[in-house]
């Protein structure tokens, strides 16, 4: 009985010191000179630029990946094709490649001296430093969360449905939006929140390539390490509390939808 | 910052699909997607392959045992390894604590620990060194030290084993533990001997992607760590140091070394899957 309790309290004590103590921390040293000041300090016109970049970069990059995911899951579930086990492992690599490196690949690419780099300077596109690369670096890393959150749930629900829905004549399309999508929907919700949150979160990837141009190419969280850097603490407590909440957001509506996609 | 989606590694694929009818462009579908992930993922990392190797080989091992680039890479390698030995006991603990245990707030608790998934890393790193930095208003000051970079990478990490074990756990058959205690061992034997085994393949994979994680990991580290070269420079926070230096060789070598480290790893997490639905079935 006696080490029930124990492992409780080391467990718990273990989050407290690692997660809760100091992300409660921050909220408290945000609001300790009131909301007034958090509020001034979250209403300046760079923190505002930040945000609506920010959600600008996530109502690209979450679209474009959600249709690919659920292409992509489709193909690799449904389908069979040559390279079918490689191009499935290449999805995983978003998530374990150092979000630098990422930067740096996109730089190799489309910067200044990349492969690219001569064609666009002639055509007077600029991507690296610029709005275009901050997107592809979102792409990039939020990449795989619908795929592999509707891979699995295709292969739960089967094909019986589909093809009883094909046999009454049912074309691709509609066996497709009819049958398929509605079973699917509660893999396809989780992976857009979980593609969302990534996107709102990057760091390392959008900060290689922004150039870090403040009011032009900082998002939210290059504004928080900006601001850190510029010794106004309270500016950058106040934007990680934003982010922080938009990340408790996301956690609630994950257990909400575990939730309900266990009883659909 | 990562999340961990239910299926985060390449699970195995149905051997035989059925052929089912699918949206008539479904070949033109699949072409489309092919080529999105070629020109997001493969081209971009075909790049850094190809400047790594741009003076030959000879100038890319000059690159990687330079004693900065080592001191960066093993920095990062042994701490992502200390990291992951003590994820895989406090991870196996709060798992143990979610599932057998029942006290107030279980469910907040359990929510809670994909906070790290959610949190953007940046604010990671700024919430601990609010508390364990030089404003401390306790008394510790851990920033600008490698404990600081360990605390950073736990952080960070903390989900995955848990999230791996947790579910193992859960499904884990009572009877056999009851059967050990009642033929008299203790319940640490019966714990070393009956459960771990069972949860081994599940620990296993979830401190791989941890360490995979790890020494990848910017975010957080970059602010509190203080990036100083030869003590606190994880690799990451190297190659950011060489591209803003425009030394894209540099930095390009360096990642290849992180790549290759990355697809071992995901090629072990590839083994251990196959060995656990043998394992489990």
Redesign the interface.
Known sequence: MKAKYGLRFAALGYLAILLVAPVGFVFYKTFQHGIGAAWDSITTPEAVHAFWLTIELVAIAVPLNTIFGVVMALSLVRTKFRGRGFVNSLIDLPFAISPVVVGLALILVYGRKGWFGEWLINNGIQVIFSFPGMVLATIFVSLPFVVREVMPVLREVGTDQEQAAATLGANGWQTFWRITLPAIRWGVAYGVVLTTARALGEFGAVSVVSGHIRGQTETLTLHVEDRFQSFDLTGAYTAAVVLALLALITLLSMNLMKRRGDVA | ???Q???????P??S???A?????G?AL??G???T??SV??????A??A??SLEGGLGEFWDVVSGPQAVAALKLTLIMSLIVVAINAV?GT??A???VR?D?RGKGA?N?????????????AG???L???GP?H?IGIDVSYTRVAVG?AL??VT?PFVVRAVQPVLMSLDREMEEAAASLGAS?FQTFRRIILPNLTPALLSGVALAF??A?????SI??ISGNIPFKTEV???F??GR?EGDD?SG??AV?VV??LV?LV??GLL?GISRWRSRHES
């Open positions: 910052m990562s999340l989606p239910s299926e985060l590694t390449a699970g694929l149905p035989r699909p059925r089912v009818p699918l949206p008539g479904a579908g699949r489309v997607a092919m999105y992930l997001i993922v493969l081209l971009p990392l790049a850094v190809a400047k406090t603990l709060i143990w604590v979610l245990d006290f608790v929510a809670l620990i994909d906070l790290p998934f959610a949190l953007p890393t940046i604010v700024l919430t601990l609010a508390l364990y404003k208003p605390m736990l952080f903390l319940s995979a994680r020494i990848g990991e910017f975010g970059v602010l690799s990451s926070v190659i950011s591209i894209l930095a390009s990642s992180l790549l990355t790893i995901l590839g």
